[in-house]
């Protein structure tokens, strides 16, 4: 064992799924201590983490599917609950993806992403009328 930090092989990790924003899944093994930030990133997944996870933004606002699991986590504090109030479609089960930290207690997670951030308005992004 030689130990390569971050990408060990040998590291332990959680089944993870992401439910991107058009409804595909994805699954994939979360190294234990990593955020969900850091894992969407490494896997390709449209995880906007404007901040950089320092509790600035509310853009990796995601959706915890099972309450057990939102349960299992730690509760947020007050930074990340502020932030919170200003994501876009929160939910009772909403939790921003910095903060998620792959633990066995949540294996299986699975994750909703927001259809839409609050940063798409700078792009001219107009919502359709239901």
């Known amino acids: 064992m030689h130990g390569h930090g971050k990408d060990d092989p040998n590291a332990e990790t959680i089944d993870v799924t992401f439910i991107e924003k058009d409804g595909t899944e994805t699954k994939v093994k979360a190294p234990i201590g990593q955020s969900m930030l850091e894992v969407a990133?490494?896997?390709?997944?449209?995880?906007?983490?404007?901040?950089?996870?320092?509790?600035?933004?509310?853009?990796?606002?995601?959706?915890?599917?099972?309450?057990?699991?939102?349960?299992?986590?730690?509760?947020?504090?007050?930074?990340e609950n502020d932030m919170l109030d200003l994501a876009f479609g929160l939910t009772e089960t909403s939790r921003l993806g910095c903060q998620v930290i792959a633990a066995k207690e949540i294996d299986g997670l699975r994750l909703s992403l927001p259809r839409a951030t609050r940063n798409f308005a700078v792009d001219g992004f107009v919502p359709k009328p239901h």
């Open 41 to 79: 990133h490494k896997n390709d997944i449209e995880l906007e983490g404007a901040c950089e996870g320092s509790l600035a933004c509310s853009t990796c606002h995601v959706i915890i599917e099972d309450e057990k699991v939102y349960d299992a986590l730690p509760e947020p504090d007050d930074d």
